[in-house]
């Protein structure tokens, strides 16, 4: 089971905004998914109570990440988007623990990239796989990245934090689907949904590559027993 988990500390960095639009790009593919709102403040269950066919389908975290992924397991999702809240780091960490990749949404500004080392410094004690995605970010002139956006890729480049090549700009498409129960993925052709679709693929890439290296190292393991 791949299990992403959307992490960081900033609050309004975009976790849920952007769990929503993956997990409904992820269940448009006809993977079986689910979606875990971790965040008492219930922002994707909200969402999910909007969708109209219910899909996919979502559980609360509140009785536990473990508990919910253990039932995820036994119902056979092979995705699972877990989205935590900012406040509540015990929890938040147990869904890192738990990830597969661990996603830092942040906004190109000071203090919100500051607060992504919060995030990192627990995905690196349990070495999981992570990445920063640049959320709300200016929209690019033509091919251009804005000064903000490429600040904030040569800040994470000097602390060695990866950072998904792409971007996530700032647009109402992202905020009006969700208002309405709907994601990006259902209005094609956008700009909006073309960028998200890029970070779908993205995940999808990491994800099959850390699946590789574990089955490697499982191998490896194997031959040397
Ligand atoms: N790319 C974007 N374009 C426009 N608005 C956005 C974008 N990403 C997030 N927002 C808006 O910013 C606000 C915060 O986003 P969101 O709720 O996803 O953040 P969060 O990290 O889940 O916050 P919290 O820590 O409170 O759970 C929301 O009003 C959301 O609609
Ligand atoms: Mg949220």
Redesign the pocket.
């Known amino acids: 089971m791949n299990v992403i988990t959307m992490a ?1 500390r ?9 769990t929503a639009h993956l997990a409904a790009f992820c269940h448009d593919a006809g993977k079986r998914c689910l979606v875990i709102d971790a ?1 008492p ?1 219930g ?1 994707l269950t909200l969402w999910h109570s909007l969708r109209a066919d219910g899909q996919p389908p979502l559980k609360s975290g509140a009785r536990g990440i473990d508990r919910a992924l253990a039932m995820a397991t036994v119902e056979g999702y092979e995705w699972v988007f877990i ?1 935590t ?3 509540m780091w015990v929890v938040a960490q147990e869904a890192i623990r738990a990830a597969t990749l661990v996603l830092i ?1 942040a906004r190109p500004g000071f203090f919100d990239l500051d607060a992504v080392r919060a995030t990192v410094d627990v995905a690196r004690e349990r070495n999981k796989p992570y990445a920063v995605v640049l ?2 970010a200016p929209p690019k002139r033509g091919d251009k990245e804005t000064s903000a956006v490429a600040q904030s890729r040569a800040y994470f480049e000097r602390l060695d934090i990866p950072v998904w090549a792409g971007q ?5 498409g ?2 009006l689907t ?1 208002a309405a129960g709907e994601s990006v993925c259902e209005a094609p052709d956008t700009v909006a949904s073309t960028e998200m679709s890029r970070l779908w693929s993205a995940v999808e890439r990491s994800i099959a590559a850390i699946n590789e290296a574990h089955a490697a190292a499982a191998a490896a393991q194997g031959e040397a027993a």
């Open positions: 960081s900033k609050g309004g960095a975009g976790k849920s905004t952007l965040d403040q922002s989205d809240a900012a406040s949404p959320n709300a996530i700009s700032q647009r109402s992202y905020v969700l």
